[in-house]
């Protein structure tokens, strides 16, 4: 026992993982570790609430495991696992899906995003996920959910089917609380600015990938979008360069003053240079590590083993409790 208090936080295996997954997620979870006690979930449940590649998605979840591990996700302080590997997972989804009013799922504005234009043939996964999500987090008796920006509404649903549960059945989940940093906590795509960087958008320009060679990651910049100003400064109404200006912040720890400073006088050409540098040095060590990891596949199946059952104690012991509380025992 412990009582340090309790995070998870979920990563879907859609695509090569990006700099915003790093900058928004997997960064502060690392840096967090010893604060916490943290399970950490590759959510390949998630993954398929749209249309998707068997081969690919399996290719995915294990490259994803193997860059958290990279990034410096530690085994021996962080439960790491894959969400198909416990299947209390949708067991509970289930029952908490019997427990989430439609209009609450219908708000939500991924979902608004997401099935734009599908009309009636829209996936009902894609529809009910968050109370899956839900699921992943009550699962665990979770106090706090590191998160960016764009899943905060997620965890805030999560908290009123945590809240609604307890006054039916009885206390029986802690209600989670979204914990979002601020800088670097929405990243934006390169080719868009107005878009939030994302695995599942297409566009070879679009997002930087943690495991992109340094000249990759250096022709994504220089071909950023900006604008057509000279002058290097954060304003919220020039998102191009204030994506770049903000990505360089938080890998460099200046503040805004310093780094408006730094480029005076300088053009677009010189910030998206020095940041293409700044961003490859920094993910340098990462693809190092990916690469001995990846090494021997073995590794990876003992990490997924030993996640998965570490997981499955503390999964199956809510489940109990739950099953209890609904009258299905
Ligand atoms: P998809 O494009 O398939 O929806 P995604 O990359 O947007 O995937 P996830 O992999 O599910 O999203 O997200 C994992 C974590 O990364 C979440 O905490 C999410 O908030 C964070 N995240 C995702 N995109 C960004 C971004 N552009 N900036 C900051 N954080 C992000
Ligand atoms: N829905 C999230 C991924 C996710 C998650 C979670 C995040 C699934 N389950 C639990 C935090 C906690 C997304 O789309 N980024």
Partial sequence: ????????????????????????????WVADQERYENFFCVVDQ??????????????????????????????????LFVQSHVPEHTELAWLLTCNT????????????DKSVGQGESVGTGLLTYPALMAADILLYQAAVVPVG?????HVELARDIAGRFNSLYGETFVVPEPVIRGVGARVMGLDDPTR?????????????????????????FSRAVTDSQ???????N??????LLTIHQVLSGLTKEELEARFVGKGYGDLKKELGALVAEALAPIQQRYAELTDDPQVLDRILVAGAEQASVVAGQTMERVRQSMGLR
């Fill in 46 to 79: 998630h993954a398929i609430t749209v249309p998707y590649d068997p081969e690919e998605l399996r290719r995915n979840v294990r490259q994803l495991v193997a860059v958290l591990v990279a990034c410096g996700i530690d085994t021996e302080r962080s439960v």
């Fill in 1 to 28: 026992m412990t009582d340090k208090l309790r995070v998870f936080s979920g990563i879907k295996p859609s695509g090569d993982p990006h700099l915003g997954n790093y900058l928004g997620a997997i960064r502060n």
């Fill in 230 to 236: 000279q002058e290097i400064l954060f304003d919220d």
């Fill in 149 to 153: 920006d764009d899943q905060k509404q």
């Fill in 101 to 112: 009013p439609l209009g609450w799922l219908q708000r939500m504005t991924q979902f608004k």
């Fill in 196 to 220: 939030k960087m994302s695995k599942s958008v297409a566009g070879q320009f679009h997002a930087v990938g943690l495991l992109d060679e340094p000249k990759v990651i250096q022709k994504k």
């Fill in 238 to 243: 020039r998102p191009g360069v204030t994506n």
